[in-house]
């Protein structure tokens, strides 16, 4: 059974830290390409940054530079470092895996991140 599980969530001030993780069960986490996307309410799910399986990042424009994207293949875990927040990057933050070996891809249900004073 295929499990991605994001924790570290939460409310946090402007100019604050978060550190989300997303624990894969079910995959080939050391083969996956992983991913942070994110969804405000009203907007569509965007992406936020990836890595891939041979650690290459990607990231989007509105966040290089303040998230840090990583994974840790022994413990199937990847990471997103958000710092300097701001109130535009309140959205639930999803994770998500990518085997284009096999074609497959898996979502976890979400954690919520809401930057305000």
């Known amino acids: 059974q295929v499990q991605l599980v994001e924790s570290g969530g939460g409310l946090v001030q402007p100019g604050g830290s978060l550190r989300l993780s997303c624990a894969a069960s079910g995959i080939m986490f050391s083969i996956s390409t992983m991913g942070w996307y994110r969804q405000a309410p009203g907007k569509q799910r965007e992406l936020v940054a990836t890595?891939?399986?041979?650690?290459?990042?990607n990231y989007a424009d509105s966040v290089k530079g303040r998230f840090t994207i990583s994974r840790n293949n022994a413990e199937n875990t990847v990471y997103l470092q958000m710092n300097s927040l701001k109130p535009e990057d309140t959205a639930v933050y999803f994770c998500?895996?990518?085997?284009?070996?096999?074609?497959?891809?898996?979502w976890g249900q979400g954690t919520q991140v809401t930057v305000s004073s």
């Open positions: 890595i891939s399986r041979t650690s290459i990042t």
């Open positions: 998500k895996s990518r085997n284009e070996f096999v074609s497959s891809e898996y």
